[in-house]
């Protein structure tokens, strides 16, 4: 078995960023990843990428070291059941569902394979990704480091105790969503008022952009970064009232918890 030769058992989304991410940067070759899915169309485009395709989950494990598990939650129990006589110690298996405990996962293959359970986010799709990643106990160094130079390539990266991994999803994982809808918000306001959409859209995500640039390299504390935008008795401070009135800062941090008490649901 090749050290470096990685598998992907399910080929959606986040498994094709994950491999465009390592193909673009480098971190493997065409002729060392090894995919699988029971949708063959899925297939088609990293065929072309010169990508091995297998026949089947096992054919995956066993001509790979590190195997991504790019399914489903609730297609977990069967993944695991389907590979259990493939995998080997020598393998290192990288969860990246919501919920999923390593020790599930580990205890399911009955083996004493390595494990990290990972949670990315979509914008890894651009490069721009935001990861958590915990490892289990029994796991090199150099594998690890390994399995986080793939997401580390296409954005930030932070390692946590697995404690913390049901929660960080509300932060990381499903938190693009939670900001689309504010954009979507504005979006639609502005085309109320008569503004078109390109030049509104345009305007909003450099507002964006810049404003988490602000976040991360101004100095400034969050609640700073609002006075400053808010003059007594201006604009800013007008629009803020109303957030507060409706209860947004309450609303996003009840909107989180029920995030991860939905994975905390679909844990195992």
């Known amino acids: 078995m090749f050290m470096k030769n990685i598998g992907f058992i399910g080929a959606g989304n986040m498994a094709n960023a994950i491999i465009n991410g390592m193909l673009s940067n480098n971190v493997a070759s065409p002729e060392n990843i090894f995919v699988f899915d ?6 088609d485009a990293l065929s072309e990428k010169g990508v091995n395709i297998c026949k089947d989950a096992c054919e995956t494990v066993r001509k790979s070291r590190f195997v991504f598990l790019a399914v489903k939650p609730q297609n977990y129990g069967e993944v695991l059941e389907t590979i259990s006589t493939a995998v080997t110690d020598n393998n290192i298996i990288v969860s990246i569902a919501a919920g999923i405990s390593i020790n599930y996962v580990v205890s399911a293959l009955k083996s004493d394979c390595g ?9 890894l799709l651009l490069g721009c990704g935001a990861t ?7 796991i090199s160094d150099d594998d690890f480091d390994f399995v986080r130079r793939i997401f580390s390539t296409s954005g930030v990266c932070r390692v946590l105790p697995e404690s913390q991994m049901n929660t960080v999803i509300s932060v990381n994982g499903s938190s693009p969503a939670y900001i689309y809808l504010f954009a979507k918000a504005m979006r639609d306001y502005a085309a109320e008022q008569g503004i078109d959409e390109k030049s509104a859209m345009e305007l909003i995500c450099s507002t964006l952009i810049g404003s988490a640039e602000m976040l991360m390299k101004s100095g400034d504390d969050v609640d700073t970064l609002i006075k400053k935008v808010s003059s007594p008795g201006g604009t800013t401070l007008a629009a803020l009232e109303v957030l507060d009135k409706g209860g947004f800062y309450e609303n996003i941090k009840d909107a989180m918890a029920a995030c991860t008490k939905r994975a905390e649901e679909l844990g195992k």
């Open 38 to 43: 029971v949708d063959s169309s899925k297939l």
């Open 115 to 123: 494990c990290v359970r990972v949670m990315p986010n979509t914008p």
């Open 132 to 138: 958590a990643l915990c490892p289990s106990e029994n």
